[in-house]
């Protein structure tokens, strides 16, 4: 089926940020002393705040009381925010603004659905915003990734079938999310993705539009 719509991932297919959430989440799991390096990050990839926290509590047989729960999900986020000041155009990931001309160019329609709450700050920090049709973030969702929510909300918002859009994804959660929504999938800067993706590229500079759309 000829692709009308692209629905990209924030975090680790447009921007760097996916670095920025890791180095905060480590924080973190030190503080509560459990043992976290690239490997157990990869479980959180993708999924939302709240799931992260009580995934690294998980890991680490750890339990807490509900305001301590609240007191880290926030000093996780001032910390992840006061990583990404200086964010601009520059961590934009390889190929992301030459696609984003191109299918725009096409009028291919264009949307970000990611787990972030923090989506729209970032897109106007990249000066990205009005490339998209739709931004479809973890304030705008009941379930979050790997439920297919987000990418629906997106195809929806298009007017078009999941099966006739795109998504881009770097997290096996956002992979699934994809698969389950009918979407064709497609794997982008996570060689853990590779397996599992209908399609990978080590990133978007390798991807040609003109072959599916
Ligand atoms: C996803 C990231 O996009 O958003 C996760 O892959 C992150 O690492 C999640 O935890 C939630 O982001 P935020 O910005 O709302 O804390
Ligand atoms: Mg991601």
């Not at 992840?80 to 001309?101: A, F, H, K, R, W």
């Not at 009028?107 to 915003?129: C, D, E």
Request: hydrophobic letters at 40%; charged letters at 25%.
């Amino acid at each position: 089926m000829k692709i009308k719509g692209l629905l990209f991932d924030l975090d680790g297919v447009i921007v760097t940020t996916e670095h920025n959430h890791f180095v905060a989440w480590k924080r973190t799991a030190d503080e509560l002393g459990v043992p976290f390096t690239e490997r157990e990050n990869e479980q959180l990839k993708g999924i939302s705040r709240i799931d992260s926290l009580k995934m690294i509590l998980k890991m680490g047989n750890v339990f807490i009381s509900e305001s301590e729960f609240d007191a880290l999900l926030k000093s996780k986020n001032d910390f992840y925010l006061e990583s990404i000041q200086e964010l601009n155009q520059s961590d934009l990931l390889p190929g992301v603004m030459d696609l984003l001309l191109k299918a725009k160019a096409q009028g291919i329609k264009l949307g970000v659905g990611s787990s972030s709450k923090n989506a729209n700050f970032i897109l106007g920090l990249l000066g990205i915003a009005d490339f998209f049709d739709v931004v479809v973030d973890g304030n705008g969702v009941s379930d979050p990734k790997p439920h297919p929510e987000v990418f629906l909300n997106g195809a929806k918002a298009f007017g078009f079938l999941p099966a006739e859009c795109i998504v881009f994804e770097d997290a096996t959660s956002g992979i699934q999310a994809a698969k389950t929504g009918g979407f064709l999938d497609i794997g982008v800067g996570n060689p853990e993705v590779k397996e599992i993706a209908t399609n990978y590229y080590n990133d978007l500079t390798e991807f040609r539009l003109e072959d599916y759309a």
